[in-house]
């Protein structure tokens, strides 16, 4: 029994084994599987290309580029210039750093450049802009800190998104740490410390959200068009206003505290409107150094609704005649609240 038990066994292993292929190679010469060096990094180095009487290294088209290492900054030029005309550029820092010196101008400018990325690095110590990126549109900023750049941090043309940025000690009495022109997003950003002006200034029909503006000698957020909304916003001892806005702006969600001086404390408020048709609602106004929600404009419409203007100096709520304020509350130890208005402002 035991061979025949073994012949059976056998039988059934062999059934198992299937029919190999050919050992023969193919005709031909053989052919490359490896990818090439392009292949597997379709991107220019920025330290591989040439520079001009302005430019350290300039980009003259469209593309990808990133940088293999640190770059110092050149007296009489910028750290990278991308040529005026062109479109479609991405610049990937790479987690290095652009370092400017006396005497250089600035890390990017691309100031008549279309759609152009830059992204994951930092920018240091030029005496103009951090990235000039210009009237063309579409710059898209992230993942970037900037500093100590004396003309301003960046500044970007309309239909811009800035996002996840930094932006400390940059900018002067005449240029912000951030400019973004029409329906341009900010959303994200820390900007602190501009020596002589305003932290964030937006242009009409953008937003600018989940930032926070700190310690510049102007004001922390302001528009300078019509129907920006700023949502959900921090800003705590700015020289100037917290918020400052134009018509037909809407601000909400929004904390201002500590902002204003003892020189314009008649005239800041931790959040101001100077025009018409603008709203505030759901804010929260504390120990600035003027007036906690101010409206300027006499007859111009703006409505002002569940708002909390505690402990400023010159007034809670200074509200011009001919605008909308909701009933406001006074808190009384005994009493609390006493009004039951869904919308009513406290102080």
Do not use: W
């Not at 190999?20 to 990094?41: H, N």
């Not at 750049?149 to 740490?177: I, K, M, Y």
């Not at 120990?287 to 101010?294: C, D, H, K, P, S």
């Amino acid at each position: 029994m035991r061979p025949l038990l073994l012949s059976a066994l056998f039988a059934c292993h062999a059934a198992t084994v299937l029919a190999q292929g050919s050992l023969t190679p193919p005709p031909g010469a053989p052919v490359a599987s490896m990818k090439t060096l392009d292949q597997i990094e379709a991107r220019t180095p920025i330290q591989s290309l040439p520079g001009d009487s302005a430019n350290r290294y300039i980009i003259s088209q469209s593309g990808s580029y990133y940088l293999t290492g640190n770059i110092a900054g050149v007296i009489g030029k910028n750290a990278i210039g991308v040529t005026n005309g062109i479109s479609n550029v991405t610049i990937d820092l790479n987690g290095f750093t652009l370092t400017g010196i006396n005497g250089a101008l600035t890390g990017i400018n691309a100031p008549q450049v279309s759609n152009l990325s830059v992204s994951n690095g930092t920018i240091f110590n030029f005496p103009l802009f951090g990235i000039n990126a210009g009237v063309n549109g579409a710059t898209r900023l992230e993942r970037l800190i900037i500093s100590h750049c004396a003309g301003g941090g960046a500044a970007a043309g309309p239909f811009a998104s800035v996002r996840n940025c930094t932006f400390l000690v940059c900018g002067s009495a005449t240029s912000p740490s951030l400019l973004v022109l029409n329906e341009s997003i900010v959303d994200r950003c820390v900007v602190q410390g501009n020596p002589g002006g305003d932290g964030i200034q937006a242009d009409y029909n953008s937003i600018v959200s989940t930032c926070i503006a700190s310690e510049n000698a102007g004001s922390g957020i302001v528009t300078n068009g019509a129907s920006v909304r700023i949502v959900g916003n921090n800003c705590l001892a700015n020289l100037g206003d917290g918020i400052r806005g134009g018509s037909f702006v809407d601000i909400s969600d929004c904390t201002v505290c500590l902002n204003g001086s003892a020189s314009n404390a008649a005239t800041s408020g931790g959040i101001r409107l100077t025009s018409s048709s603008g709203r505030v609602d759901r804010c929260f106004s504390n120990n600035n150094l003027g007036r906690g929600i101010a409206v300027d404009l006499v007859n111009g419409g703006n409505t002002i609704t569940r708002n909390s203007s505690v402990a400023n100096t010159t007034a809670n709520y200074a509200i011009a005649s001919g605008n909308r304020p909701a009933l406001i509350v006074t808190y009384s130890p005994a009493t609390g609240f006493t009004s039951g208005d869904p919308l009513a402002n406290t102080q």
